[in-house]
């Protein structure tokens, strides 16, 4: 059967037995629930509840990755590494939409192009390890694997897979998603607010290098008001959500086959990529993936070969439609311009226009002697540097961007313009898993990739 064709002639029984295909498949990165039973009704229970996005969304945001691909708007995709139920709150919810918002306004006046803006917020909670377990003074417990199955803490009780945490990471997915839809819909993320979105951060170089851009817009548009044009249009903001479709007891009972196309859609979130470690060709999740509508990013690492890339272009997208899938590459800022260019080469042969998105941060972390996990600014710079240059000698689209970031004055990342050093980083070290840009360093990335585009 081929599952991505138009699916209105393929009996339901066999698409809703396609959904479960993964279940026979080796699986990664899945935690060892204790009570198999629980985690079960946990998963009948979510089946029911009503879905995060709509169809209609997830059909919009292909077309809108399909132009991207095509050289004709940019992606910028953003948000915490791990999200947690602590964490969502309307103050930081806010401050990393404001973030993003005002990156997307550098990038959209910089370079004169379309910015398709993504959330990596409203699911982001499961996570991959490295090992199954983590052992402190001798003392050996589960890894944390994000608040959707266990907790932080290091003590039996909170890293004992919970899945209770299921429902939970449901529920707090869909109110940051309420939250972000009344900033995006409300008058909040209107053009004309463009100069609110930079109040509540302090007056740094790349603020106030912000403030002069939405001067110029804020200029812009009122010479554009005063000569007649209708604005409305400019009162909402097109936002969209992605996470990395890692925990199957989720994604499964998010997925819906949808009323009107009668096509499955998980509809957890707009968008779902396949994370460097679960991508293995005839593993279980590059099958279920394949089998949802929703446009599919997958993390390719250093080491994919063109051989790789071909397979995972056959199995997610037979059909070669345009805005279907994404490539994020996190090479690597030493490796991306050697291991990059054979990848393009390569797609040229395909007869798919994958859209190409750099993620800056993955390739490029260090440990600190005294234990930070971290990145350099300078690495983050110098990865998307290499893409942008690997892209130009290829002849093919840079299309997007995916970072780690936060709209708040952490210190995670080293260097920037506030020389954030090692021992700064103490001050003030939040994230749970990844290092993550701070508001600043965000801004200031913004304008390096404006700078990048319209070179
Ligand atoms: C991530 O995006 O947080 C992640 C784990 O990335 P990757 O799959 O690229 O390692
Ligand atoms: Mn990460």
Known sequence: MSHNAPLSD??????????????????????????????????????????????????QLR????????GKAFVLQGGDCAETFEGATADNIRNRVKTILQMAVILTYGASTPVVKMGRMAGQFAKPRSSDSETRDGVTLPAYRGDIVNGYDFTEQSRTPDPQRILDGYHMASSTLNLVRAF???????????????SGFAATPANQRYERVAK????????????????????????????EALLMDYERPMTRVDSRTHQPY???????????RTRDLDGAHVDFLSR????IGVKLG??????????LVERLDPHREPGRLTFITRMGAGKIRDALPPLLEAAAGLESTPLWVTDPMHGNGITTPSGYKTRRFDDVVDEVTGFFESHRAAGTH???????????????????????????????????????????????LAFLVAEQLSA
């Open 63 to 70: 077309e809108r990755l399909a132009a991207a691909a095509a």
């Open 184 to 198: 995006t819909q409300g008058g909040f993320a209107d053009l004309r607010e463009v100069h609110s979105w930079n």
């Open 292 to 295: 949802v509508r929703n446009p």
């Open 266 to 276: 998980n509809t957890s979130s707009h968008f779902l990529w396949i994370g460097e």
């Open 10 to 59: 393929v009996p339901l029984s066999d698409v809703l037995a396609g959904l479960d295909e993964w279940m026979s498949l080796p699986i990664k990165q899945q935690p060892n629930w204790p009570d198999p039973v629980r985690v079960a009704r946990v998963r009948q229970e979510l089946a029911t509840q009503p879905p995060l996005v709509f169809a209609g969304e997830v059909d």
């Open 302 to 311: 250093p080491s994919t070969t063109p051989d790789t890339m071909r397979e």
């Open 398 to 444: 840079p299309g997007g961007i995916h970072v780690e970031l936060t709209g708040d004055d952490v210190t995670e990342c080293l260097g920037g313009s506030e020389h954030i050093d090692e021992e700064t980083l103490s001050t003030r070290y939040e994230s749970l898993c990844d290092p993550r840009l701070n508001h600043k360093q965000s801004l200031e």
């Open 216 to 243: 110029e817009i804020d200029r812009a548009i009122k010479f554009m008001e005063a000569a007649g044009a209708d604005f409305d249009a400019l009162k909402r903001v097109e936002f969209y959500t992605g996470h």
